[in-house]
């Protein structure tokens, strides 16, 4: 079955960086594009980033762009966001998602990690 | 962006009772819309594509559907493991921006 699992997360002073990294088995993850979806705490979701399956396409959101950078490695079928210069209003639940556009024809976000929490705070 | 405005942010509902949620969406998007269902403390879970297809496994008291720009969830009976956050999502353009949810809890 398709599993995603997110890693990466932990208490952070603003400035600094860190990396997420979400293990994807069950599927063939060469083939998908996969997404950041993020959730501050009592919050509701907001979408982050984009990869397109080979890497080759990034979309992000204005409130991260140029902040963070979303990249995959196929041969170890991992997905992952570089966050640097991390704020305050950063903090949230972060989630791997993956686009069911090959499978359906439609996009949206079918399969989800359990989310990695990301605390930015002095 | 697209902004979608979902109503109502809150319901109290009762075991068996029909619920309908609306989602409606600031420009035309077709039909490229989804919705999740979220349980505290977990991840969200696609429960219709395409404004109006079940994702495969959800049970068929979920439904949804589209009158130009505005979509509605609706459950049918609802049953305790409904109540949950319910968002709607758009997937025609970038960013792919959520609704703000709809939270259904028991009367």
């Known amino acids: 079955q398709v599993q995603l699992v997110e890693s990466g997360g932990g208490v952070v002073q603003p400035g600094r960086s860190l990396r997420l990294s979400c293990a994807a088995s069950g599927f063939t993850f060469s083939t998908y594009a996969m997404h950041w979806v993020c959730q501050a705490p009592g919050k509701g979701l907001e979408w982050v980033a984009v990869?397109?399956?080979?890497?080759?396409?990034?979309e992000y959101a204005d409130s991260v762009k140029g902040r963070f950078t979303i990249s995959r490695d196929n041969s170890k079928n991992t997905l992952y966001l570089q966050m640097n210069s991390l704020r305050a209003d950063d903090t949230a639940v972060y989630y791997c998602?993956?686009?069911?556009?090959?499978?359906?024809?439609?996009?949206?976000?079918?399969?989800w990690g359990q989310g990695t929490l990301v605390t930015v705070s002095s | 962006d697209i902004q979608l405005t979902q109503s109502p942010s809150f319901l109290s509902a009762s075991i068996g009772d029909r619920v309908t949620i609306t989602c409606r969406a600031s420009q035309g998007i077709s039909s490229y819309l989804a919705w999740y269902q979220q349980k505290p403390g977990k991840a969200p879970g696609l429960l219709i594509y395409?404004?109006?297809t079940l994702q495969s496994g959800v049970p068929s008291r979920f439904s949804g559907s589209r009158s130009g720009t505005e979509f509605t969830l609706t459950i049918n009976s609802l049953q305790p493991e409904d109540f949950a956050t319910y968002y709607c999502?758009?997937?025609?353009?970038?960013?792919?921006?959520f609704g703000q949810g709809t939270k259904v809890e028991i009367k």
């Open positions: 999502q758009q997937l025609i353009s970038y960013p792919r921006t």
């Open positions: 990869i397109s399956f080979d890497g080759s396409n990034k």
């Open positions: 998602a993956r686009d069911a556009l090959l499978l359906t024809g439609y996009s949206s976000f079918d399969s």
């Open positions: 395409a404004a109006s």
